[in-house]
């Protein structure tokens, strides 16, 4: 039986480590608030563990799901973190949405010990990871990425390898560009639609069948018209990624206008109290004026 350290039970990292064990995999849990573990082995069966690297000990796969580069760091590096016992040849899988230099940093410190690392965060939001249809983008070294796929396939609609380390962080990166844009553009929409004194339902039912149809529009135009804003991703971990974006441009040249332009339009939203509304709260913002 393949053994396994889930470091980090958010909403994402909870059901995701579900997933594991329900596979019949040997699954140790941990997460800096103990009661979190405690409630997710009485849920879920498995075990729990004190530090990352009481996880990670006798682990095949250590897999992480954390909050930002400094969480990641955290449960990795020192006599706690997950590298100080895990052995040779064991592979780490990071979930957590980070910069690609700290995947790098870790990815080198990693070689160093003998042990694989492979960047895979996800997108599907907490539907995606509760019912097991994450889409998940890796970069890493091959034979990691070809040990380490078999096990992500638990939760996952979609897994493929893009690049070489970082390359995994880099296509999230292009998926929270892509989805910034579109939100931004689907809360203009049905902010002309309200002004205009047309029925919302009606006119998104039409439109979304076109051109202007994604997903965004037929998973959240009916919340957005109940002024419910509690279906997704937070707003405040979608301006870290955002930052992480523009910070990234930054370094490669690319320009990113609209992203820009929407970070801002999020940073209204934390000052509206909606820092832990979901991401589509952009409408909200439009409708305050």
């Not at 590096?77 to 980070?98: P, Q, R, S």
Request: aromatic content about 8%; hydrophobic content about 40%; proline content about 2%.
């Amino acid at each position: 039986m393949t053994k396994i350290a889930f470091l980090g039970l958010g909403v994402m990292g909870y059901p995701m480590a579900g997933h594991l064990q329900a596979d019949g995999y040997d699954v140790t849990v941990y997460n800096r608030t103990p009661a979190k573990s405690e409630a997710w082995v009485k849920q879920h069966g498995g075990k729990s563990a004190a530090t990352p690297a009481d996880a990670a000990n006798g682990a095949d796969v250590v897999m992480a799901c954390v909050g930002n580069d400094d969480d990641l760091r955290a449960i990795c590096l020192g006599e706690t973190g997950a590298f100080a016992t895990m052995a040779k040849g064991t592979i780490f899988v990071d979930h957590t949405t980070v910069s690609a230099k700290v995947t790098r940093e870790l990815y080198a410190l990693a070689q160093r010990i003998g042990v694989g690392f492979v960047d895979a965060p996800v997108s599907g939001g907490q539907a995606g990871a509760e019912n097991g249809q994450l889409s998940i983008m890796c970069g890493g070294d091959d034979d990691h990425y070809n040990r380490a796929e078999p096990v992500m396939t638990s939760y996952s609609k979609m897994c493929r390898q893009i690049g070489q380390s970082g390359a995994g962080q880099l296509t999230k990166m292009a998926n929270q560009i892509a989805i910034a844009g579109l939100v931004q553009g689907l809360s203009e929409a049905m902010h002309f639609i309200s002004k205009a004194g047309l029925d919302g339902k009606e006119v998104i039912e039409v439109i979304s069948q076109g051109a202007a149809g994604s997903w965004q529009m037929s998973n959240r135009y009916e919340t957005m018209l109940a002024d419910h804003f509690e279906h997704g991703f937070a707003v405040d971990w979608m301006r870290k990624d955002l930052s992480i974006c523009l910070d990234t441009a930054d370094e490669n040249g690319a320009s990113l206008p609209v992203t820009a332009l929407v970070n801002q339009f999020y940073k209204d939203v934390q000052k509206m109290g909606g820092g832990r509304w979901d991401t589509s709260s952009l409408f909200k913002r439009l409708q305050s004026f």
